[in-house]
């Protein structure tokens, strides 16, 4: 895919018009996007870029992270704080994101979606409150590894970190988890199956092709 030169802002408001004319392919009155990427690609940046260039267009949407959908730490870090199989296919909470987020926005659900479930510092549930997206309203989801969960998305985006750039941009304490991200390169694909492709190598200056 040949990818060209952009700023995020300008990113953002290309997102928000291809998303103003976007239909869902299930026929609910709901889009639903994903904005996946490591954490160290800071896929929810984006994904907040969009929502206010969706606001400004007067589209109501509702930003959601999966780092908010994550399981309890007895049961994540059940085979010790660096097992990187349990990060591939235990940390996050899917039935959760199926049950409380894409549930409500399915044909004849009622739009009633929870932000988060889980609060990762106190490991506790956070005790939220439902909001309610109105039809003709976006969910934008952010986070880790969404592609391969068979999510319901109408529109993908991936924000793509070579290699080198994803170990120089993760922290040392959180370098353990990067061989999951090479499993589901290899696994997945998501820089060949994703609608839209980013590449954020060097944060100041990303470019896309979708």
Avoid: C, K
């Amino acid at each position: 895919m040949r990818l060209e030169a952009i700023t995020w802002e300008r990113l953002g408001d290309l997102l928000a018009e291809r998303l103003l004319d976007l239909r869902p392919g299930d026929g609910s009155p709901w889009l639903r996007i994903a904005f996946d990427g490591a954490p160290a690609a800071h896929p929810g940046d984006l994904a907040e870029r969009v929502a206010e260039a969706l606001r400004l267009r007067g589209r109501p949407s509702a930003v959601v992270g999966t780092e908010g959908f994550l399981r309890p730490a007895s049961l994540r870090l059940e085979h010790g704080h660096h097992d990187v199989e349990a990060y591939y296919n235990g940390w996050f909470d899917t039935q959760a994101l199926w049950r409380e987020v894409f549930g409500p926005l399915e044909p004849g659900g009622d739009g009633r979606i929870l932000p988060d479930l889980w609060d990762p510092v106190s490991d506790r549930a956070t005790r939220s409150s439902y909001v309610r997206l109105p039809p003709g309203g976006i969910l934008l989801l952010h986070g880790p590894l969404l592609l391969r969960h068979w999510f319901p998305f109408d529109l993908s985006v991936h924000v793509l970190l070579s290699p080198s750039a994803l170990r120089r941009r993760t922290p040392e304490a959180d370098r353990w988890t990067l061989p999951a991200f090479e499993n589901y390169a290899r696994e997945t694909d998501p820089a060949g199956t994703a609608d839209v492709l980013v590449r954020a190598d060097d944060p100041r200056h990303p470019a896309w092709g979708g």
